[in-house]
């Protein structure tokens, strides 16, 4: 092995390792959620389980919007810019607070997005529903918070510093526990919130995280000339519209991919509760497993727009398929590990018979798709790397939505091909809308890397 792919690994490794544990603790909020409102009630499980499936691409278009910061400030820190890293950030702050009012809205009125499932054939559980609305009633209070956090999150991987993250949300996990346990079971006087107590829960926890990692970028000798920047507009319309065109693609291409999710949540819902609570729990654990590529893919980008920012296109190319070599044996070690302790792991969040037996068939279909699953976000992020979100958004949209989708439907709920099967359908749905979004983005980097050398590096510095 030459030395480059050497010190690229380890590069890699120690941008990714605090990332994965900065994901894994976020994801392991909602995995606590999960884990305390199930054992509250599954009316309140599968409350939770629609109310997230409406908040996450809700938010993530927020995050998906901001994320691009990422490989623009390490692009700018690899050609040693970094004079313009502030104002960067602080037009992420102004596009931060426009998104909050508008998910706000959105999550306040999600009694309608229900409501459109719902019908008088096949209506929801009202309880259900109620919780879901108030969860997400709750939470959206946090979400100016949560998207101003990430806006100095990315500053800190932009620069290639993703301890800060990592530390913070390790912190806000340990605050989460304790203070969902009070809300969700009505402890030190309070009443039981029930599955409502998870949202007020995620909201103050936001503000926390916000707290902190502002308090960081405040002090750390290591951004001493970020903040010592001069203050040269309030806001920049150049720079909001560069964020605007190269993050909208991503925003929607993460709206995209969660929204299959929250479809697929919606248009099971009317199968009971039991199939529900199963969906649920398969899905936080993917959400679980989902930490490590995307932690990998985070590195890569941040590798790949440093490395673009110095003019050496051909170490990017080298670390991108690193990563995917990486990406794919770790994809194949976890749905082993899916696969031979699926019992044990289902147990952890249901001792529920009829759940517990779902959940058996659908975590084999979950193992199958880690694969593609890994190796369609690592190259994502290294188009991200190349600024090229554009091809992001449409891959995206052809794979989950013309064909991850109308698969899971028709085998799902139809009897076009055979009986259906319910929520296996569905993740069969999603591991073919995977499968394609792989193969395309990877083709899709292949054809941008055979690009002349100028043209590559004049799209990497826009």
């Known amino acids: 092995m030459n030395l480059h792919y050497r010190n690229e690994i380890k590069n890699l490794i120690t941008l990714a390792i605090p990332v994965m544990i900065a994901q894994i603790s976020q994801t392991a909020i909602t995995f606590v959620d999960t884990i305390m409102a199930g054992n509250y009630s599954k009316t309140a499980l599968s409350g939770v389980a629609i109310a997230v499936s409406i908040w996450l691409p809700t938010v993530l278009f927020g995050q998906g919007l901001l994320t691009v910061l990422t490989p623009i400030i390490s692009n700018l820190n690899g050609a040693a810019k970094r004079e313009q890293v502030a104002d960067h950030t602080r037009q992420g702050v102004v596009i931060a607070l426009i ?43 946090g979400v100016p918070a949560f998207l101003l956090f990430l806006v100095y999150r990315n500053q800190c991987e932009g620069l290639s510093n993703t301890k800060p993250a990592m530390v913070i949300i390790f912190i806000a996990l340990l605050a989460n526990i304790p203070i969902n346990y009070v809300l969700i079971y009505g402890k030190l006087g309070l009443p039981a919130f029930g599955g409502v107590g998870c949202g007020i829960t995620a909201a103050i926890i936001f503000w926390l995280m916000f707290g902190l990692i502002r308090i960081y970028t405040l002090t750390t000798a290591s951004q001493r000339d970020i903040r010592k920047t001069p203050l040269t507009k309030l806001v920049d319309f150049s720079i909001i519209k560069k964020i605007v065109v190269l993050g909208t693609p991503l925003a929607l291409a993460y709206f995209f991919e969660m929204s299959l999710f929250a479809v697929v949540a919606l248009l099971i819902a009317p199968l009971g509760q039991i199939t529900v609570a199963a969906h649920q729990i398969i899905f936080t654990i993917s959400s679980l497993t989902f930490a490590i590529p995307l932690s990998l893919g985070v590195a890569t980008s941040i590798r790949v727009g440093y490395l673009l920012g110095k003019n050496k296109p051909i170490l990017a190319k080298q670390t991108a398929y690193i990563s995917l070599a990486i990406s794919f044996m770790i994809a194949v070690i976890v749905a082993l590990i899916l696969v031979i302790f699926r019992s044990p792991i289902i147990t952890i969040f249901t001792h529920e018979i009829d759940v517990i037996t779902i959940c058996l068939q659908l975590i084999i279909l979950l193992a199958i798709y880690q694969a593609s699953d890994y190796l369609q976000v690592v190259a994502s992020n290294v188009l991200r790397g190349y600024k090229d979100t554009k091809s992001i958004f449409f891959i995206t949209l052809l794979s989950y939505w013309v064909v991850g989708l109308p698969v899971g439907y028709i085998l799902g709920l139809t009897d076009l091909v055979m009986e259906p099967i319910g929520a296996a359908g569905f993740w069969i749905g999603i591991i073919s809308g995977l499968a394609v979004a792989a193969f395309l983005l990877i083709a899709r980097m292949v054809y941008l890397q055979k690009q002349p050398t100028e043209i590559i590096l004049k799209r990497a510095s826009r």
């Open 99 to 141: 998104l909050s009012v508008f998910i706000m809205l959105i999550l306040y009125h999600s009694n309608k997005i229900i409501s459109l499932r719902s019908s008088a054939e096949n209506p929801i559980d009202p309880d259900m529903i109620e919780v879901a609305v108030s969860f997400l009633r709750a939470i959206m209070w």
